[in-house]
C-alpha cells in the first residue's frame, strides 16, 4: 500500500489546532470565567452558552477532519461520449478522465469533486461533499472568538491598567495570560472574519477558490439563493448544524452541474411549479443518472460500477431515480 507522508504530516499536525483550542479554553473557561460562575447567576448563564457554542465548533471541527469532499469515480469518463471537453479534462496523475469542477489535490493524491481547496487546518480537501462543514467551522470558530473577546475585554482592559500603573499584583498567570489571549485572539478573528467572507461570497455565486484563481473558469451561478442551496441543502433548519441527513445534503451530485439558463429559459420554467419541484431547483438540470450510464454501456455491470464508487452509497432522489451521493465516513 503506498504511504502518502504529506497526508500523514498534516494528521499530525492536527494537534496544533486541538492545542490552541485546549490553551484558550483553559485560560478563558477554566482560570478566567469558572469562578464567576459561582457568584453570578448571570455568568453561569453565559457559561452554558458558550459551552454550547463550543460544542457546535468541536462538531463541525470533528465533521470537517472526517467527512470526505467527495472523489472523482475513477471509470466515470469511459461511459461518456468522446468529447473535447473530456479530453481536456485527463488527470496525469491519477489517470482518469475527471468531471468539471473537480480538480486533482496533490496531498490527498486523488481527483476531488467540486474541489475548494486543501484546507491543512483539518488535514482535508475542502469539496462538493463538505463545504458546508468547512464554512460552519469557520462561522462557529468566529462567533466563538469573538464570544471570548467580548467577554474578555473588561478584565483584559483592567489588567492593562494594572501594568501600566507597576502594581505589584500583576503577576504572569492570569494578567498576562488574559492579554496574551486577547490580542492573539484579535489579530485571529480579524483574518478569520476576512476568510470567512471570502468563502461565503464564493458560495454564493457559486464559485470555488481555484475558480476565482482561474480567469478562464465558467459561470454556474444560478441566484444567490440556489447557490447557497446548492453547497447547504434545501433544508433550512440544517444549514447551520454540521449534519446531511436526507435534506440538508448539497444539491446535485458533483459530477454535473448546471449552467444559468438564457432569459426566456427561465421565464419559461417559472410558469412551471410542477416542474420546480421535481427537480428541487427551477434551474438546475437533473442529476447525471449513473445507474443508467452503467444500464447502456457495453461493460456489463453495475457490480463493477460499484467497486468503483467504492465509497459511494445509492440513495433515492425526489424523482424517484436512484442516484449516487457520497455519504461523510462513519455515517449512515
Ligand atoms: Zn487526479
Ligand atoms: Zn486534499
Sequence with gaps: MKMNFRRL???????????LIGFVYYIFAIVFFYPKTQSHQESFLSFFIFHILLFLLLWSFIQAVICKPGNSPRNWGFYQSDSDTKKKRYCLVCHSFKPERCHHCSTCDTCILGMDHHCPWINNCVGFFNRKIFILLLLYSLINGFFILFKLTGQVYSSLELILSD????SLIPHLYYIAVYFFLLILMIILS???????????????????LDKEAENYSI???????????????LWFLPVYLETGKPIGDGITWARPKAPFELKANSNSDHNQEASGSPYFESPLNISNIVKS????SSVEYSQDL?????????????SPFILPRGKA
Design 9 to 19: 504530516i498534516g494528521d499530525f499536525l492536527l494537534m496544533l489546532p486541538i492545542g
Design 167 to 170: 502594581s505589584i499584583q500583576v
Design 194 to 212: 476576512r476568510f470567512t467572507y471570502f468563502h461565503i461570497k464564493l458560495v454564493l455565486k457559486n464559485s470555488t477558490t481555484v475558480e476565482m
Design 223 to 237: 441566484s444567490p439563493l440556489w447557490n447557497w442551496r446548492q453547497v447547504f441543502g434545501k433544508n433550512p433548519w
Design 297 to 300: 454501456s457495453s461493460l456489463n
Design 310 to 322: 467504492n465509497s459511494m452509497q445509492y440513495v433515492k432522489s425526489d424523482s424517484g431515480a436512484s
